[in-house]
């Protein structure tokens, strides 16, 4: 509706009020018919506005809910992926800690057997090379010194004289070789073994 037309709506409106005895009857019928079509029509516009604040509400509502089932599916799916990582990592983890138990027990058993220990220092060494990354820093650090001082454990049981100092440090450097043992049994949540390890013989 133009401003001319509604103008003249007005002025009807207003002649009719003043003269409504001179005002013709089909005059009254077109003013009560504009003027409910005026009713309507404002009643349609705000209508229409209410139904297209509430259809506006609903699609930022929609997209935020989709938004939110899109990164929560993302973040599920990272998470299944690291899962599975995980999974394959434990079990590398546990094959890699169970060799260098082994290898460690092999270690300990030559450290007193100089034509042997060279062999298993190198087995230890390139062992170490290959997994150090799924024993962890700890009981990587004690494994790679454990085979590292047991080249040279006997040598040092042959020192004498058998001084207060030189017991001293065989004593540190066969902790130094034992080590590793409890440090792989506890990664691997183990029970805590029922054995005794052997002692160091040149203890006796």
């Known amino acids: 509706m133009t401003p001319d037309q509604a103008e003249q709506i007005r002025h009807i409106v207003e002649q009719s009020l003043r003269d409504w005895q001179n005002f013709p009857w089909l005059a009254w019928i077109i003013t009560v018919i504009i003027l409910g079509a005026l009713a309507f029509f404002g009643f349609y516009l705000a209508e229409s506005g209410r139904q297209k604040a509430i259809q506006d509400a609903l699609e930022k509502y929609t997209k935020t809910v989709e938004g939110i089932r899109s990164l929560y599916a993302e973040q599920l799916e990272n998470l299944r992926g690291t899962h599975q990582l995980r999974i394959a990592a434990i079990d590398s983890r ?40 799924y024993l962890g820093s700890e009981v990587s650090e004690a494994f790679y010194r454990s085979y590292m001082c047991a080249g040279g454990h006997h040598e040092l049981t042959q020192i004498r004289p058998r001084t207060e100092a030189v017991l001293k440090q065989i004593r540190e450097n066969w902790e130094v070789i034992d080590k590793p043992g409890a440090l792989i049994e506890r990664s691997v949540d183990l ?14």
């Not at 220990?117 to 062992?127: E, H, L, M, N, R």
């Not at 029970?191 to 006796?204: E, G, I, N, Q």
């Open 94 to 133: 546990l094959a890699a800690l169970q060799k260098a138990y082994v290898l460690w027990w092999e270690l300990r058993g030559v450290v007193y057997k100089p034509n042997e220990v060279g062999t298993v220092i190198v087995k230890c060494q390139d062992f170490w090379k290959s997994n150090n990354l």
């Open 191 to 204: 029970p805590v073994l029922t054995h005794k390890r052997p002692a160091d013989p040149s203890d006796a």
